[in-house]
């Protein structure tokens, strides 16, 4: 019975693709036996016998499925669009009576190379046309829009819709070739009204849907500058569902008055991000940003599942790049990520509560990454293990530079995210506390700008007034966009 | 036999974290080593992991134990005598950005002499005394020469620290004295 070994490229040995189908392996295998065999003018034994043990597994089915589903495992496959690695902050932990944390960091890259051919865009251009976005607001979120019209290709799919208190669909979905019907809308654009977000979004996501392919990148721009009142909830709801059916959304704030909470869950329910936009004439850029990242996207619908040991448990999940945010762990363990793009890697931080009084070395968790490729639909599946070995006196290993640098800023991202949270349960004094704490840390790590926004709003709030908009819409945005080390 | 998995007090809030925790739950303080994030001291095996708080009025088991450190600005003579059980922000003092250093050159002419608001810090581990340099706009000098930001430099009795161009002079007291 030959042995499986997945760190071995047996399709590269016989010089065919991952593809190839029985005759071709046969085929391929008797090319090589001929020209490698020891007894011929030009042999090599150990040639030979590489081809040999390829060939042994491929011919099998049953034993080609098994390596080609481990190759998969560990992101060693031709197929998968982009790498996944794991590292832990130790190998070695105490053995001890009560729980103790552990972390773990996840790198997702997307494959340089593998840029695949520019899939069809679908949008649905989704525009706040309250009368707060009277003046330059407006001005510039039409020139945003008509630079969006020359940077689509004439195949793509647009479509043009305001609202205020209602939402009016400027341009249905259509070609963008034609361009005077959504030049005309573009001119259509008078502010006036309130901001009921739901009507704008679920209009937006009708345009989308009707013309949504399986291989078309599916995606809704919201742009407003307001809050939206009661209606929050059927609006996440309805991005949950777009992102079950593969819609994705973006969120982009202009200004200090919109609800960044409400946005930020906005967008990760439909898969994509929210920003933002401090002067209206940043529009323009973002716009540009989000298409481009769109048009590279490489994967989508990527999920994260933890198999965990029954003394362990998931303490918390936070992404780290490309921006920071804590994700929601389900009760079944599991973390939607959204889209991978290229140049743009995704990481993410767990934190692991375990339990463990006996010692030796076990699997303390098992972590799934699914997605979906973009070009092809295809799913992908990765898997890795984390091992730890429990002792009474554990190897002390430094934890990783890169890992301790995402750690600091992610903790400084919670912590205000925490004083928030306090203010809003009306506990002034625990939010400047926080906010304190993540100046210090701010100031540690180099940022004195944010660090003194930071003391700024703490200085209000302790004077028993409210944290400025823009402040607080700094440090959130701020902190969660703390640029990343590389390695 | 099992470990005592007793909780890691945060030396600078008093919250209690789950053992192995790196970053403090309620004030992000680096907890390995109780200080910033750069300056890690390599842990040794049962200290570094637990990170202990400090205890007061504790028998010491190192002899030598640094309790005293005395600086004396040169060019104004004035001397400062700063206990080393706790770490010491070198600085002016900035009340609406929360800088409240533990020696504060403000009355030296701090400012004129190129001193930051958190310029450096000095502490003391197993007995040495460390001074470390805050990326300060002027620098730090130990013994004239110029020291990397965000590292620890060990510096012993009698030696001379420049923060931008204030010369001073330090003085260790041990328990040996």
Known sequence: MPTIDPQKDYYAALGIPATADEDQIKKAYRDKARQYHPDSANGDAALFRVAHEAYEILQDAALRRAYDRQREGRGLSEEAPFTFELLQNTKYLPILDTSQMMYVMLDIRAKKDLRSSRRRLNLALVIDRSTSMKGTRMQNVKLAAKDLLDSLYTEDRLSIVAFSDRAEVLAPSDRVGNTRVFNSAIAALTPSGGTEIYQGLLAG??????????????????????????DEDQALSAARRAGAQNIGISALGIGEDWNDVFLDKLARYGGGVSQYIRTPSQVRQVLR??????????????????GLASDVRVNGVQRATPYIESLECTQENLVSLGSLTVGEPVTVVVELVVNQSEGGERRVARINLEAEESSTANRIHLRK??????????????????????LARVSVFQLQERAWGALEDGNSRQATRYLEAAATQLFNLGYRELGQAA??????ISQGGDPTGTGRKKLRYGTRALSMPSE | MNQKGSKIVCPSCGAENLPGTLFCVQCGTYLPSGGPLRTEPLPDQEEGRLARPRQEGKEEEIDNRVINIEVEVLNTGRKVLLSADREILVGRLDAAHGIFPELDMTTDGGLEQGVSRRHARIYTRDGTCFVEDLDSTNGTFLNDERVTPYLPYAFRDGDSLMFGTMRM????????K
Do not use: C
């Open chain 1, 205 to 230: 996501l009708n345009q989308v849907t009707n013309d949504a392919l399986d291989t078309s990148i599916n995606h809704v721009i919201l742009l407003t500058d307001g809050r939206t009142y009661g």
């Open chain 1, 385 to 406: 293990d984390i091992n730890v070995t429990f002792s009474t006196n554990p190897v002390v290993e430094p934890v990783p530079p890169r890992m301790l640098n995402v």
């Open chain 1, 455 to 460: 003391m700024l709003e703490v200085g209000r």
């Open chain 2, 169 to 176: 002079k330090v003085h260790i007291y041990t328990n040996e």
């Open chain 1, 289 to 306: 940003e989000q298409i481009q990242g769109l048009t590279n996207t490489v994967a989508q619908r990527m999920a994260l599942t933890f």
